[in-house]
């Protein structure tokens, strides 16, 4: 799922960590890459583990793999499942965010896998995790005193991690500049709580349709 980022003016907000907002003056967010390296080969079926020891969630660039018409990807975490098809990842090769330090691989084919017809190939090269070397405590912009309530409106998203994105219409949203240049990793959670969402209410962005700038008070759009 993709959102565009048209006509940003970008809201200054701190992180989301209990409930939907944590204490307004710190809050601690890591994010890290980790190289891997599973190569499927050509074939029709396959399955495997991708797992970052102690890792709080994680998510794979799929961007070496290819599907062949009829060919699935299922990745399966601790609480949430996604089905990957030759469609979506030729749009976002990246896979959902999943909480949790591993999840499982399977490839599948339509017909009979023994058979003649073209073959897939799934690869790994690099695992996005919810961990850091050394721990970030960054200072919110809300001030000392914490005013903030957990919010259910259907429009707010976290975003990054610590940031939030506000739906301004059906595929455009706003976010702080200070929040970071979209990749194709990033993802929009729509979700009331700490956890990931689940993989249908995240949604990736067309980052060609990025404008911001991150430039201090006054200038954070």
């Given at each position: 799922m993709k959102l565009y980022v048209n006509q940003l003016l970008f809201l200054l907000t701190a992180a989301a960590k209990s409930s939907f907002f944590a204490d307004a003056r710190y809050t601690t967010f890591?994010?890290?890459?980790?190289?891997?390296?599973y190569n499927s080969g050509d074939t029709k079926t396959a399955t495997t583990v991708i797992s970052i020891d102690q890792a709080p969630w994680i998510?794979?660039?799929?961007?070496?793999?290819?599907?062949?018409?009829?060919?699935?990807?299922?990745i399966v975490g601790d609480t949430a499942t996604q089905v990957i098809t030759a469609k979506d990842l030729a749009s976002n090769a990246f896979s959902a965010v999943f909480d949790g330090s591993s999840v499982s691989i399977e490839l599948s084919s339509s017909g009979n896998v023994r058979g003649g017809g073209d073959t897939s190939r799934v690869e790994v090269s690099n695992v996005n995790v919810g961990l850091c070397k050394d721990e970030l405590i960054g200072e919110s912009i809300c001030g000392d005193t914490?005013?903030?309530?957990?919010?259910?409106?259907?429009?707010m998203g976290r975003y990054n991690g610590g940031c939030t994105a506000w739906l301004i219409s059906e595929d455009a949203y706003i976010t702080a500049g200070h929040?970071?240049?979209?990749?194709?990793?990033?993802?929009?959670?729509?979700?009331?709580?700490t956890g990931s969402a689940a993989p249908e209410d995240q949604y990736y962005v067309d980052v060609s349709t990025y404008q911001g700038v991150n430039g201090g008070v006054g200038n954070d759009w």
């Open positions: 890591c994010e890290s890459t980790h190289p891997y390296n998510q794979l660039d799929l961007s070496g793999s290819e599907l062949a018409a009829g060919g699935v990807l299922t914490d005013d903030r309530v957990p919010s259910t409106d259907v429009r929040c970071g240049t979209p990749t194709s990793s990033s993802r929009i959670h729509f979700v009331f709580g």
